[in-house]
């Protein structure tokens, strides 16, 4: 089993900033893709920021410029630094893993419980 767990989530008002952040624990071999996905009010999960083992990042076009997900490999952890928050960044953002079990195949994906950020404006 693997265990993603979120923490960082919290009120702030617009202009500010906050960092989540989602570490990986259990029958891990090594994880590929990670990323953040957020789902406002009365809205559909979106894709917000996904980053490859290697470093190679994808940002959704409302974050560009605002938003930087980064990786420890050796911790399996994901990052996501959230600066000039908006209200329409209200959503709960859940965590996302892509996780092999070995060298010879078998895989996962995995999802955190999700934490709520609310920025006020």
């Known amino acids: 089993q693997v265990q993603l767990v979120e923490s960082g989530g919290g009120s702030v008002q617009a202009g500010g900033s906050l960092t989540l952040s989602c570490a990986a624990s259990?029958?891990?071999?090594?994880?590929?893709?990670m990323g953040w996905y957020r789902q406002g009010p009365r809205k559909q999960r979106e894709l917000v920021a996904a980053i490859t083992r290697g470093g190679s990042t994808n940002y959704a076009d409302s974050v560009k410029g605002r938003f930087t997900i980064s990786r420890d490999n050796a911790k399996n952890t994901v990052y996501l630094q959230m600066n000039s928050l908006k209200p329409e960044d209200t959503a709960v953002y859940y965590c996302?893993?892509?996780?092999?079990?070995?060298?010879?195949?078998?895989?996962?994906?995995?999802w955190g419980q999700g934490t709520q950020v609310t920025v006020s404006s």
């Open positions: 259990g029958s891990i071999f090594t994880i590929n893709a």
């Open positions: 996302n893993a892509l996780v092999y079990f070995s060298a010879y195949g078998g895989t996962g994906d995995y």
